[in-house]
């Protein structure tokens, strides 16, 4: 499954919402640096699809707000 997704880093919670325009919304409260937030997002879609970290990760963006993530089955 292939998700497009938007981050919002160094927020005050950490949520996975669906946007309704067929976007997630990340929040984050990790900073974006040294991949700590990418590290971080992984595991939150990781917990909300009920898989293990390792299935998840980052196709495209590791550097934009806009990413595109894969969660294999």
């Known amino acids: ?3 497009n997704v938007r981050v919002l880093t ?3 919670r ?3 919402l669906d946007s ?10 990790t900073v974006p640096e040294k991949g700590k ?8 879609i990781a917990q909300k ?3 293990s970290k390792n299935r998840v990760r980052i196709l495209r963006g590791q550097t ?4 595109v993530i894969e969660v294999l089955p």
């Open 1 to 3: 499954m292939r998700l």
């Open 37 to 44: 937030a990418n590290q971080r997002i992984c595991e939150l």
């Open 64 to 67: 934009s707000r806009r990413k």
């Open 49 to 51: 699809y009920q898989t």
């Open 20 to 29: 309704g325009d067929g976007e997630l919304k990340i929040y984050v409260k």
């Open 14 to 16: 950490e949520a996975v």
């Open 10 to 12: 160094r927020s005050s």
